[in-house]
């Protein structure tokens, strides 16, 4: 079983539209973290939300903390090729411990 | 801000034999250290948790006594893979915990085992 569920898993979209991920559990998290990897590097941190309901923005990405902290989105606005790549969400059940890691989403985005 | 260094990027080696991973903290004291496999186009899965001075803590299904971690010390952390074989292949990745919501990641190594 997944304890975190992230969807889409993959995700083909044109320049300029926008597209939301999401990171969905049945359990509480101390803390959320969404990462993007390219191939063959480590997860580069995107965002750290800590407190339900938060919202934190990164030029044209949204993340947003679920106000139970059991769930978190990504939205992207006007997409660009350039955010083609994997992310992950990841969280912690208790500070500091150890990051568990959705399945992350391919996104694709084409000129 | 915090570096973790990790070393070899790639490695390539003959089945049955081993390899390790080294994974230092270049600016602060890594008293926790995560590792991670990754297979191709899938996700981190946390292998084991390592506290310096302790025996580190296994996930469920990951053979202690074939992938053997170190964390002697504040700064180094390794990792050895015993005895590997080709299903061993994969990306193995380092995080250091650097505060109560703060993680730090190595730059991963591609273990090719033929």
């Known amino acids: 079983t997944q304890l975190l569920e992230q969807s889409p898993q993959f995700l083909s979209i044109q320049e300029g539209e926008n597209l939301t991920v999401y990171c969905n559990s049945s359990s509480v998290f101390s803390s959320l973290q969404w990462y993007r990897q390219e191939p063959g590097e480590g997860p580069v941190l995107l965002v750290t939300v800590v407190t339900g309901g938060e919202v934190k923005k990164l030029k044209r990405l949204t993340f947003q903390f679920g106000d139970a902290r059991k769930d978190s989105s990504l939205h992207i606005t006007a997409a660009q090729p350039g955010d083609t790549g994997l992310y992950l969400c990841?969280?912690?059940?208790?500070?500091?411990?150890?990051?568990?890691f959705g399945k992350g989403t391919t996104l694709s985005v084409s000129s | 801000g915090a570096v973790v260094s990790q070393h070899p990027s790639w490695v390539i080696c003959k089945s049955g034999t081993s390899v390790k991973i080294e994974c230092r903290s270049l600016?602060?004291?890594?008293?926790?250290m995560f590792w991670y496999r990754q297979f191709p186009k899938q996700s981190l899965m946390l292998m084991a948790t390592s506290n310096e001075g302790s025996k580190a803590t296994y996930e469920q299904g990951v053979e202690k006594d074939k992938f053997l971690i170190n964390h002697a010390s504040l700064t180094l952390s390794t990792l050895t893979v015993t005895s590997a074989h080709p299903e061993d292949s994969s990306f193995y990745i380092c995080?250091?915990?650097?505060?109560?919501?703060?993680?730090?990641f190595g730059s991963g190594t591609r273990l090719t085992v033929v």
């Open positions: 990841a969280g912690a059940r208790q500070a500091g411990t150890a990051l568990i």
């Open positions: 600016d602060f004291q890594a008293t926790t």
């Open positions: 995080s250091a915990r650097t505060g109560d919501y703060g993680y730090t």
